[in-house]
């Protein structure tokens, strides 16, 4: 990895690895999907955030899938384009792209919580460990029902998985979004400490009946 005091003829790519990586990463999937398919602003429901796991509470869980998707789809999109000039470009991009998500210039850096962009960022540059990790998340969130816990047990070993699967710059991306996961998600470690957290629904959710339904 160059050092960011290093010459500016040679660091020059890394930093724009690292502003194109944001910008990808600041597109708000969730907002756009809920927005286009007749739900508003997912900003104005449930957690007021625009990951996932709020579109979910839409009860579309097609909605919540595409948010999955394009939101890690983003993450892995930085790192693999940049990942063409190597491994440093790959990580700056996909850290990026990570930043953007939760800081997106957009929305008044007011953004989601990143645990679907970092899951595709670190598919890209360390799949062995990205599998383990989502593996980890899924089983949590089966037990628990709790997105927010699931999301932090994974992030908390991801940078073991990735340190003994492929290696320390892996490890190091891993720690990095892990601690920005963790800093993302204090209101939610407040509830899982009073017992107040909301859990997961599975279920999805019958629309309301009309005026004249029973007409």
Known sequence: MPSPLGSLEYTWPFFA?????????????GLVLTRLAGYGDIRKI?????????????????????????????????????????????????????????????????????????????????WQAALVTCATWLVVAIV?????????????????YAWYLVGNQAAQLALFLAVLIYIRHHENIGRLIRGTESKISFR????????????
Request: charged letters at 10%; a positive charge; one cysteine or more.
């Open 17 to 29: 690895a690292a502003i194109l990586g944001y910008l990808i990463g600041s597109i708000p999937f």
């Open 46 to 126: 449930g957690s007021g955030n625009i990951g996932a796991t709020n579109v979910l509470r839409t009860g579309s869980k097609g909605l919540a899938l595409a948010t999955v998707l394009l939101d890690g789809g983003k993450g892995a999109a930085a790192a693999l384009f940049f990942g063409q000039w190597g491994p440093d470009m790959a990580v700056l991009a996909g850290a990026g792209s990570y930043v953007g998500h939760c800081f997106p210039v957009w929305l008044k850096f007011k953004g989601g919580k990143g645990v679907a962009t970092a899951a595709g960022i670190l598919l890209v540059i360390a």
């Open 144 to 160: 628990f029902r709790m997105s927010s816990l699931a999301a932090l047990v994974a992030a908390t070993l991801a940078p073991v």
């Open 204 to 215: 999805s959710k019958k629309p309301p009946p009309t005026e004249n339904a029973s007409s």
